[in-house]
């Protein structure tokens, strides 16, 4: 490719579609569900009004997306140099010159920055919960942990499971142990759902020497790590016994039916890639249908 070829591609506007790989829009959508679902139970439980909270509401969905993105678009523009080796990363702005390094960093800060501001326009702990997502994920995650030790899908579960105490502080003002609780169910999540990830691109971590647990101590190794998340899960629901014994139970056996994917890969001959993709499902799903739990639960308690 020539050297103008190259100009164009940079300096070519940037589609909706490629954007949304910039700031990883699929993940951001994920973490509303239970930012959302953290306000949602905010109001009900503090006995707030639904319809004068709906401003704080809106805010807080907005600043949390633009954070969120932009700690997203700030990772992409630091793993560059890996992306660009990685096959599943190929399609990327970042890596075929569709985006310029520039253009990535104005991006990456000023949505922070508005989203910060939009946080703090609620109230302090909302914007310092998100600056708190921002440093974890940026600074601990991206820029050390995931470089240097097998731990760093766990490091990186503390930013990532945030989104629901900036939604309840946003509404209620300050933490609870409901709040709490449901900042350990995604914490808990979070492991299981990248270590099947990470097992289904363990050659590529491996190619550009990034520590993920399946690539450097193996899938056994991996599957032990994965049921003490799962086992870790189980109680949680217990802790939101608010919410009352028929959310408790639907949140049990959603549980129990993850472990119970999880034995399947005790059977002989089992592929591990298929049963990886199977447990990736499984908690995509995992999340939705948990936190929908909370709100459906929540919504027929008010009524």
């Not at 096959?87 to 253009?103: C, F, M």
């Not at 209620?172 to 990470?198: C, E, K, N, R």
């Given at each position: 490719?020539?050297?103008?070829?190259?100009?164009?591609?940079?300096?070519?506007?940037?589609?909706?579609?490629?954007?949304?790989?910039?700031?990883?829009?699929?993940?951001?959508?994920?973490?509303?569900?239970?930012?959302?679902?953290?306000?949602?139970?905010?109001?009900?439980?503090?006995?707030?009004?639904?319809?004068?909270?709906?401003?704080?509401?809106?805010?807080?969905?907005?600043?949390?997306?633009?954070?969120?993105?932009?700690?997203?678009?700030?990772?992409?523009?630091?793993?560059?140099?890996?992306?660009?080796?990685?096959?599943?990363?190929?399609?990327?702005?970042?890596?075929?010159?569709?985006?310029?390094?520039?253009?990535?960093?104005?991006?990456?800060?000023?949505?922070?920055?508005?989203?910060?501001?939009?946080?703090?326009?609620?109230?302090?702990?909302?914007?310092?919960?998100?600056?708190?997502?921002?440093?974890?994920?940026?600074?601990?995650?991206?820029?050390?942990?995931?470089?240097?030790?097998?731990?760093?899908?766990?490091?990186?579960?503390?930013?990532?499971?945030?989104?629901?105490?900036?939604?309840?502080?946003?509404?209620?003002?300050?933490?609870?142990?409901?709040?709490?609780?449901?900042?350990?169910?995604?914490?808990?999540?979070?492991?299981?759902?990248?270590?099947?990830?990470?097992?289904?691109?363990?050659?590529?971590?491996?190619?550009?020497?990034?520590?993920?647990?399946?690539?450097?101590?193996?899938?056994?190794?991996?599957?032990?790590?994965?049921?003490?998340?799962?086992?870790a899960l189980l109680p949680l629901p217990f802790v939101m016994h608010e919410l009352g014994l028929t959310f408790m139970i639907l949140a049990t056996l959603l549980n129990l039916g993850w472990i119970a994917l999880g034995f399947t890969s005790f059977r002989a001959a089992v592929d591990e890639m298929k049963w990886a993709t199977k447990m990736f499902i499984y908690s995509l799903n995992y999340l939705v249908v948990f936190f929908a739990l909370v709100v459906v639960v929540s919504l027929i308690k008010m009524i």
């Open positions: 490719m020539s050297k103008s070829e190259v100009v164009s591609q940079t300096t070519g506007r940037v589609s909706y579609k490629e954007l949304k790989q910039v700031i990883k829009l699929g993940l951001v959508q994920g973490n509303l569900i239970p930012a959302f679902a953290g306000a949602w139970l905010a109001i009900v439980m503090t006995h707030h009004s639904f319809l004068e909270s709906i401003p704080q509401l809106i805010v807080m969905m907005i600043g949390s997306t633009l954070v969120m993105g932009g700690s997203c678009a700030l990772n992409n523009y630091y793993d560059q140099d890996i992306d660009k080796i990685m096959p599943s990363k190929q399609n990327r702005p970042t890596v075929n010159d569709r985006i310029s390094n520039r253009h990535l960093v104005i991006l990456s800060l000023s949505m922070m920055a508005i989203g910060e501001l939009l946080l703090f326009m609620i109230n302090v702990p909302a914007g310092v919960i998100g600056l708190a997502g921002i440093i974890g994920y940026v600074s601990f995650y991206s820029i050390w942990s995931k470089r240097h030790t097998t731990w760093n899908t766990v490091i990186g579960s503390f930013p990532g499971a945030v989104p629901p105490l900036i939604g309840w502080v946003a509404i209620d003002g300050h933490l609870s142990l409901m709040a709490l609780t449901l900042f350990a169910v995604v914490f808990a999540w979070q492991p299981i759902h990248f270590y099947a990830l990470a097992i289904k691109r363990r050659e590529e971590y491996s190619k550009v020497n990034i520590p993920m647990l399946p690539s450097v101590k193996g899938f056994n190794r991996t599957r032990v790590g994965m049921f003490l998340w799962l086992f």
